[in-house]
C-alpha cells in the first residue's frame, strides 16, 4: 500500500532511514530471487537514475539553461511528463525494465548506500527547491534516455517523487520477504 503521508523527498530520506539503515550488508543485498533487485539495488539505482538529472538541473540553477527547438516545441511534452509520472509512480500497474543508464550495481552494494542515499537526498532537495520556484514552471528538459522525450520542470520533480515512493515500496515488499527467510 502507498503511504500517503509522504510529502516530500525528505519525508522519503527520513523514512528510508529509519527502515533500512539498521540493516547490514547481507540483509541489504538479499534478492528473494535473481530477476528482483535488492534493498541496496534499489537505492543505488535510485542514486544513478536521479544523478542523470543533475547537469540539467545545475545548469537551471545557474541559469545557465537553454531549451532546445524540440525542447520548446514538442507538442506531447505533456502527455509524456504525465504518462512517465503514472507509469514509474508507486502504484505499479506494469514491470519495467530499467533503461541501461539508470541501472544499479549488480554485485553487493556497499553498507554505506543507505547513508549515501540520505546524502544524495539532501543534494537532490537543494537543486528541486530552485528549479520548483514558478519562474522555471514553463520550462522544459529532454530525458537523459532519449532526446525526444520532453517534460516540464513541474513533471520532472513529481516524476522523481513518485519513482522514488514506487521504489520505496519495492524495498519494503523485499525486507518483508528477507523477514520471512529468517
Known amino acids: ?43 543505488d539505482h535510485l542514486i544513478v537514475s536521479n544523478e542523470k538529472y543533475f547537469p540539467i538541473l545545475k545548469k537551471i540553477q545557474a541559469k545557465n539553461y537553454t531549451m532546445t527547438f524540440w525542447e520548446r516545441n514538442n507538442p506531447f511534452s505533456k502527455k509524456i511528463g504525465r504518462q512517465m509520472i503514472q507509469n514509474l509512480g508507486p502504484i505499479v500497474k506494469k514491470k519495467y525494465v530499467s533503461p541501461k543508464i539508470f541501472q544499479p550495481g549488480k554485485s553487493n552494494i556497499r553498507i554505506s548506500i543507505v547513508s549515501d542515499f540520505v546524502q544524495h537526498q539532501n543534494k537532490l532537495n537543494d537543486l528541486i527547491k530552485v528549479v520548483s520556484n514558478e519562474q522555471y514552471s514553463k520550462l522544459k528538459i ?12 513541474a513533471d520532472l520533480i513529481q516524476l522523481l517523487f513518485a519513482h522514488e515512493q514506487r521504489h520505496l515500496e519495492q524495498m519494503r515488499r523485499v525486507k518483508n520477504k528477507l523477514e520471512k527467510n529468517s
Do not use: G, H, R
Not at 527520513?14 to 539503515?21: D, K, N, V, W
Open 1 to 43: 500500500m502507498v503511504n500517503s503521508d509522504i510529502k516530500s523527498f525528505q519525508d522519503i530520506s527520513q523514512i528510508i532511514y529509519e527502515e533500512f539503515s539498521a540493516l547490514n550488508s547481507e540483509q541489504l543485498n538479499f534478492k528473494a530471487n535473481t530477476n528482483e533487485w535488492s534493498i541496496a539495488q534499489c537505492l
Open 142 to 153: 529532454s530525458s537523459p534516455v532519449a532526446a525526444l522525450i520532453t517534460f516540464s520542470i
